[in-house]
């Protein structure tokens, strides 16, 4: 099948014609105007927006209080939306159709492998991070001093089929490679819906016992604003940014959801419509979570609905209803980031081999079969990496979502820059830059406490 005339530009194709539906396929998108619908493409970036962070939201707004918190929220999804649609024009500008083509446009092969080496860094990290919390929800954890029981312990006892190892390998086999095969964003529209959907139960719930807990007094007035008493509280805040920024971090998969697209130049509006769908999510747990849970909240929530002492039948009922929703998102987000993962690992790899990842069945099948097989024996080996995950947040993540955007505006290289884009992009950077390094540093000496005290 020969290239593709798409928007001014020479697209290779990703997948051959199909002789059953008569449709030519360039990169997910169909040629024939078919390709992957609005509302798709919203459901599959909110799903990878929507991961692991959400959990952290709520301990977020313990730190910085309600009123900053919310603030906060709004302002890093407004900076996410301003960094996407740097990607965008900048993308429409110059001759490539990928985040790494435009890196490597403005800062040349150096600067392609360094973005993706990040996002391979964070999506791999990420994943793996996926993969350990839904073992702990299906088969227990050891929290902050406390043992916690697994949903599957819970509801049949202990058994060898439950046990961390074997319940995570049933979930790889049964249900995450068969997604992780899929060769489209779009074939995954209908398991993202799923996953929203998810996530909004999650909200009600928890809305539901924060509401209970507030009629019958056993949850305390929540702080609207931060509590600073020496220098180390005010560098606490700054441990926020971190969590917030991975919280909306869903650039590396922009452009792939762009592609398939039946018209690539909605691809600003759905950006806009899945992040603001995400922040009220995002904000709706945050304030739920921390009404409910107060002071006590954990750096993870789902350890506090773990060791809630409520033990009255619509309780416990709402937290199984939780746990479970919540691991079953988290089972659907993982196919997506798996799909950057993948395209990466690919490119970095094999840079010298023409044929496109999508064509070459036996290369996707190794990719595809290694990677899964890779996170599956991290996660059981190591029993928490969320460390790990707040230095993601804090380097490859910040510089995927704000770092790299701004500079690519900077650069400039097709001249199309705006004053109001260099000011933007300057402070995008300034204020990511930052936040990272008191971020790192404080996190690095809360660590060195923790190991002094042992």
Not at 222 to 239: A, H, M, Q, W
């Amino acid at each position: 099948m020969a290239p593709v005339q798409q928007e001014g530009k020479l697209v290779a194709p990703l997948l051959p014609r199909a002789a059953d539906d008569g449709a030519a396929t360039c990169s997910g998108r169909r040629v024939d105007g078919e390709g992957a619908s609005f509302q798709g493409a919203v459901l599959n970036l909110s799903t990878t927006i929507i991961g692991a962070g959400i959990m952290s939201i709520p301990a977020t707004v313990k730190v910085l209080g309600v009123v900053p918190a919310m603030l906060v929220i709004l302002v890093v999804a407004f900076l996410s939306d301003v960094s996407i649609e740097f990607l965008l024009r900048f993308t429409d500008a110059g001759t490539s159709t990928s985040y790494s083509g435009v890196m490597s446009e403005s800062f040349g092969r150096l600067g392609r492998l360094i973005l993706q080496m990040c996002v391979a860094i964070t999506t791999m990290g990420t994943t793996t991070v996926y993969l350990i919390i839904i073992g702990d929800v299906l088969s227990g954890c050891m929290s902050e001093g406390s043992v916690n029981v697994g949903l599957l312990q819970e509801w049949f006892g202990t058994r060898w089929w439950n046990t961390r190892e074997w319940a995570l390998l049933f979930t790889c086999l049964l249900i995450l490679l068969p997604l992780v095969s899929f060769r489209r964003v779009d074939s995954l529209k209908f398991s993202s819906g799923l996953s929203v959907l998810l996530a909004v139960v999650f909200v009600f719930a928890s809305a539901a016992m924060a509401l209970m807990a507030l009629f019958t007094g056993r949850t305390e007035k929540p702080s609207l604003f931060p509590k600073i008493t020496d220098r180390s509280s005010v560098f606490k805040l700054f441990t926020t940014m971190p969590v917030l920024v991975s919280a909306f971090t869903c650039h590396f998969n922009v452009h792939h959801i762009k592609i398939e697209l039946r018209k690539p130049s909605q691809m600003n509006a759905v950006a806009r419509s899945s992040l603001l769908l995400c922040t009220i999510i995002y904000g709706a747990t945050g304030f739920f979570g921390y009404l409910l849970f107060g002071e006590e909240t954990m750096g993870d929530i789902l350890s506090n609905f773990n060791a809630d002492s409520d033990s009255s039948p619509l309780s416990v009922l709402l937290k199984d209803v939780v746990r479970l929703s919540y691991a079953v998102h988290l089972m659907l987000v993982f196919p997506l980031l798996n799909f950057s993962l993948r395209i990466n690992v690919d490119e970095l790899l094999f840079v010298k081999v023409k044929k496109p990842l999508a064509l070459d069945t036996r290369r996707f099948g190794i990719i595809t079969v290694s990677l899964l097989a890779s996170i599956y024996l991290i996660a059981i080996s190591i029993p928490t990496i969320w460390i790990v995950f707040q230095f993601i947040g804090s380097t490859t993540a910040v510089s995927i979502a704000f770092i790299f955007p701004g500079a690519i505006v900077l650069r400039d290289v097709n001249t199309i820059s705006r004053r109001r884009d260099m000011m933007l992009a300057t402070t995008m950077i300034v204020v990511a830059a930052i936040s990272s390094i008191i971020a790192i540093t404080s996190n690095v000496m809360d660590f060195t406490k923790k190991v002094d005290a042992i």
